[in-house]
C-alpha cells in the first residue's frame, strides 16, 4: 500500500530524511518510534503533503500512484490521513459542519455521491457508537477549548468518519492521561480494518501497550535504522536511544 524508498529531504536547506525507506502493507500498524529530532514528524508531513518540505531523492507509492506528485486534497482524497500533533483550533467553525464539509470534499474527488446533513448524521452516529463516544464535541467550535485529551479524541473521531486507508497518528500520546491514552488506543484499536494501515508515531512506549504494532521500526538521524516486532518497543522502553545510538551509520 506504502514504498517509500530511499527518501531524502530537507526543510530551509537543511537534510532531515536522509534515505528513509519503509514498506506498508494494508491492515498492517507501524510503530515509528525515536529521538527528538529524529524525523518523524518531518517524514508524517511529507507524506500528508504539508508544506515547507523539499524532497532531494527518493520515492513514495501509494496504492501504485507517486504520492509525492498529489496536492495535499488529492492525498486526502486518495485516503491519506494525518492527525496533528498540535491539532489546530477552528473558533466559530462548528465541528460537525467542518468535518462534513472535509468528507463530501474527499467524496467528490474520489467521484463518489455528497452525504447530505440526515445521511452524514447517520453516519457520525454510527461512529460515536463504535468508539463510545458521546455528541457533546459535534456541536463546539473545532477543537474550540477542547482539553489535550478532547482534541485527540476528535482527531480519532475524525479519522472514524473519513474512513482512511493510511491514519498517521503524530505523538497522539503526548500529554495525554492514562485514561485519555487508553480511549484513544480504544479507538485506533476499534478502527483497525484489513484494507486500512496504520502509521503510529511516537516518542513513547507507553501507547504501544494498548495499541500493539505489527512491525516497529526506530528512526535515528532521518533513517530506519531498526526494525522489530512490539518487543523492540519494550527494548527501548529499558535501554533509551542511547542504546540504539551506535548503530546510526555515519553519514554518507
Ligand atoms: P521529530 O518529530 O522526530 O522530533 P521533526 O521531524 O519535527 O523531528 O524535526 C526533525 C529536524 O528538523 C529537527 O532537527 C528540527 O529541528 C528540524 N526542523 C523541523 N521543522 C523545521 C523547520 N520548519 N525549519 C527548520 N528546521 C526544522
Ligand atoms: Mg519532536
Ligand atoms: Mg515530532
Redesign the pocket.
Known amino acids: 500500500m506504502l514504498k517509500i524508498d530511499n527518501l531524502h529531504a530537507s ?2 536547506g ?1 537534510d ?1 530524511l536522509k534515505g528513509l525507506t519503509l514498506h506498508v502493507k494494508p491492515g498492517e500498524v507501524h510503530a515509528i518510534m ?10 508524517g ?1 511529507i507524506l500528508a503533503g504539508r508544506d ?1 518540505y523539499e524532497v532531494t531523492a527518493g520515492s513514495v507509492e501509494f496504492d501504485g500512484r507517486p504520492l509525492l506528485e498529489l496536492d495535499p486534497e488529492e492525498r486526502a482524497a486518495a485516503g491519506v490521513f494525518l492527525a496533528f ?1 498540535y491539532p489546530v483550533e477552528i473558533p466559530g467553525v462548528n465541528n460537525t459542519y467542518f468535518l462534513r464539509s472535509a468528507l463530501n470534499a474527499q467524496r467528490k474527488a474520489r467521484g463518489e455521491e455528497e452525504l447530505d446533513s440526515m445521511q452524514f448524521l447517520k453516519l457520525v452516529r454510527e461512529k460515536l457508537s463504535v468508539l463510545h463516544l458521546d455528541d457533546r464535541l459535534l456541536h463546539r467550535g473545532v477543537n474550540e477549548g477542547f482539553s489535550g485529551g478532547e482534541k485527540k479524541r476528535n482527531e480519532i473521531f475524525q479519522l472514524a468518519v473519513l474512513e482512511p486507508r493510511l491514519a498517521i497518528l ?2 497522539t500520546d503526548s500529554g495525554l492521561d492514562i485514561d485519555a491514552l487508553r480511549h484513544v488506543a480504544d479507538g485506533v484499536n476499534a478502527l483497525r480494518a484489513p484494507d486500512r494501515a496504520f502509521l503510529v ?1 511516537t ?1 513513547y512506549q507507553r501507547l504501544l501497550d494498548y495499541i500493539r504494532p505489527d512491525h516497529v521500526h526506530v ?1 535515528a538521524d532521518g533513517r530506519i535504522v531498526e526494525s522489530g516486532g512490539p518487543e523492540l518497543a519494550l527494548q527501548l522502553e529499558e535501554h533509551g536511544y542511547a542504546w540504539i545510538a551506535d548503530r546510526v551509520a555515519p553519514e554518507a
Open positions: 526543510i530551509a537543511k532531515i525515536g529521538p527528538n529530532g529524529a524525523g518523524k514528524s518531518t517524514l508531513n515547507g500533533q503524530d505523538e508515531i516518542h528512526l
